[in-house]
Every structure is written in C-alpha cells, then in structure tokens.
C-alpha cells in the first residue's frame, strides 16, 4: 500500500519554481523517497530519490526533512513540458527490489 | 541505448480470451516488473522477476500471470479476460541486484488493453 500523502492537484507559472510536497510520516529508517512523473498516456519516469539529505539532479532538488516525515520535490523553472502527474513513494532498497507502490500523486498543470 | 520496448501498443480482446503482452528490458537490467493502470485504481503493481523466478507479488487474481526468459525479456498473460481488465499495462525494468542506490525502474510506453 501507498504510504505517502499529496495535494490532488497544483498549478504552477511557467518559469516559476514548482513545489510538490509529499507527506511520508510512516517511512522508516530503511526507505528511500522517490519520485516519478508521468505525462498523459506514457509510461512514468523516473526524476529523483533520496535518503536523508538534499539531493540535486539536472531535473529537480528533493528537499527531505530532518525527522524524514516529509519532502518537497524542487522543479526550479517549470516548463510547459513539466505538466504531468507526479507521484511520490517510500521504498526499501535492501533487496533491490523493483515493486513500486503509487499512491494517487499531484496532477501539476504548469500555465503559460 | 535502447529503452523498455513493450509490444503490443494497443490491444482489443473479447471478453473471455485471453491475451499475452510482452516486455523487453534495458539491455543489462535482470529484474521485470508489471503494473496496471486503471482510472479507477491508478497505478497497481503486478509482479516482479528477477532472474526467471518470481520475486514479488501483488494483489492480483490467478488469472494474471507472468514469465522472465534467460534473456530477461518478459511476458504477462491474463487469461478469461474481464471487461475490468481493460487498462494501461505497464512493463518496468531495473537492475535489480542489491545495489542499493541508484536500482530505479525505467518504464516503458505500455499495452493499452481493451476488452469488449
């Protein structure tokens, strides 16, 4: 089951810094946060993930909070190509296991 | 290099058929994941495979099922079709192996199935 809690929906200008927050106050010690989008009809895609610190990527910052209960995803200038369903999710890394639970995600519309 | 390919794109099937859907992973990736996307539930996870045998399992009926070839490509068979089975089935390929960082799944386009 999907253990992380998002806004249904944001808007965002473009060119404007997009902010998705995610609450994940059950993960554990041993979870990772990642994050996915996915643009209307495609397959998801893979932006960031993270353990405890900030993390940075050509895509997006992912700012994780020092008790790890919650994270806001960072698209520094939004775009139009930006708008997409974005999807936060807890995992454990130990087994490398490639079993992703989504939960119903951020519906991010970026407006001209 | 080449991408998570799935074939076929699109897929109309009657109800109580059933259907085979493929899935060829990044070139190097050994674990084969599948998930269904439907408006009403959003993104389920199937199944994984992992080296030809089945690693992980979601809250699916028997009548789904799967298969991983030495190759790591990977099929997905639903069998007496429903017309619930109508949905986007999502193939995703990662490493797999106990990495730790950096095991994130590439998903490829989908096999959108309509069952009439």
């Known amino acids: 089951d999907a253990k992380t809690t998002q806004p249904p929906s944001m808007d965002c200008a473009e060119g404007r810094a997009a902010n998705l927050p995610c609450n994940h106050s059950?993960?554990?010690?041993?979870?990772?946060v990642y994050w996915y989008r996915q643009i209307h009809s495609q397959g998801p895609q893979y932006i960031i993930h993270g353990l405890k610190n900030n993390e940075t990527n050509e895509m997006a910052s992912l700012i994780i909070t020092e008790d790890r209960k919650s994270s806001t995803l960072i698209l520094p200038h939004a775009t139009l190509r930006d708008t997409a369903v974005y999807y936060c999710i807890v995992r454990v890394l130990v087994t490398g296991a490639n079993n992703l639970f989504f939960g119903t995600g951020t519906r991010l519309t970026v407006i001209p | 290099k080449a991408g998570v390919t799935q074939t076929p794109r699109y897929l109309i099937k009657t109800r109580g058929q059933q259907v085979t859907l493929s899935c060829s992973p990044i070139?190097?990736?050994?674990?084969v994941s599948w998930y269904q996307q439907t408006p009403g539930q959003g993104l389920q996870f199937l199944f994984e495979?992992?080296?030809?045998?089945?690693?992980n399992k979601g809250n699916f009926p028997g009548r789904f099922s799967g298969r991983q070839f030495s190759n790591s490509r990977s099929e997905m068979n639903v069998s007496t079709l429903e017309l619930g089975d109508s949905a986007l089935y999502l193939c995703?390929?990662?490493?797999?192996?106990?990495?730790?960082?950096?095991?994130?799944?590439?998903f490829g386009q989908g096999t959108r199935l309509t069952v009439v």
């Open positions: 059950t993960i554990s010690g041993n979870e990772y």
């Open positions: 995703a390929s990662s490493l797999g192996s106990p990495v730790g960082p950096g095991s994130e799944a590439f």
């Open positions: 495979y992992f080296s030809e045998t089945q690693r």
């Open positions: 070139s190097g990736h050994r674990s």
